[in-house]
């Protein structure tokens, strides 16, 4: 088949609204310090990998996984304290969970409500679902602006609200008694997405025996397993068994389920390395926030938002990457994320040289 017969084909019919559709971008970190993508830094102990290839050795890969991970979703209801009637389902990643709730409420005259700024897949995904999405603006310090939130649920009626605890890519904690507001407005389901609950600590998963409409999603990547790709959403055990059906088969493979479980086994070394994030989270935040010209934003989470001198986020972002480290510019988005910068915070001497790097290009 020509060239151009392939393209006829494919503006016939692939839907226009993908076709007009950016993939999502990962730009190619290749030698660079990484600190870009909210990744835990840090590797495990010698003797614990040696540990871990052991268990390797009884996969049997000529086998379907567990459908149900049974083994491994026990784990995780231990380790994140899932009230015992809640029901669980995981993901590949938390961003297959989203897709999951998405999928099952999607249809005409639906719609899907955010907060912003923020994680753009819940927009991403709603777009792709062909799910109407709401993006309801934060204040300009990111606080949750109860009373517009409020009055787009009552306006939009959505079936989901999506609501990051802490936020990405703001780095902040919402008032929990707001939320709570938004539970008793919402017609709908009302998820909270606490990607990065290891640093915040505060969470709405004890709040599941209150409120059935409640959803808590988790993942493992920011913990230290993003390559693993899982996540876990909690809720009333009615409700999980409804989003279980959009679920595909054997959507955790045997590699992951068997290597979630013995990391978690092996929790106090996550935990000693979160603990070391959140050290070194208040020292760049302090180092950062000494700078003149730089507005520093307070976070909860394994990275800090900030905003450079007016017009300068891009030439500082070109900066740093020349120099060899890799960091996320969110200039030119949302407007309410004009001149801001992200950095996940990574190991001390990764930390030193971006601070290094950052007073360079700020002409120190
Ligand atoms: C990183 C992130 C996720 C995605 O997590 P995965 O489990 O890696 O898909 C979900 N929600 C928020 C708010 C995040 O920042």
Known sequence: MSRNQTGDRISRWIRADVRATRAYHVPDATGMIKLDAMENPFGWPADMVDAWHETLRGVELNRYPDPHARQLTDVLRAAMAVPADAGVLLGNGSDELIQMIVMAVAGAGRCVMSLEPGFVMYRIISQLCRVDYVGVPLDANFVLDLDATLAAIAEHEPA???????????????????IEQILEAAPGFVVVDEAYHVFAGQSFMPRLVDYPHLLVMRTVSKMGLAGLRLGLLAGNAALIGELDKVRLPYNINVLTQLTARFALQHAEVLDEQAAAIREERTRVFDTLSQRSGLEVFPSQANFILFRTPAGGASAIHAALKAAGILIKNLDGGAPALRDCLRVTIGTREENDAFLAALGEALGA
């Open 160 to 178: 989901v609200i999506f609501i990051a605890y802490p936020n990405n890519p703001t780095g902040n904690l919402f008032d929990a008694g707001s």
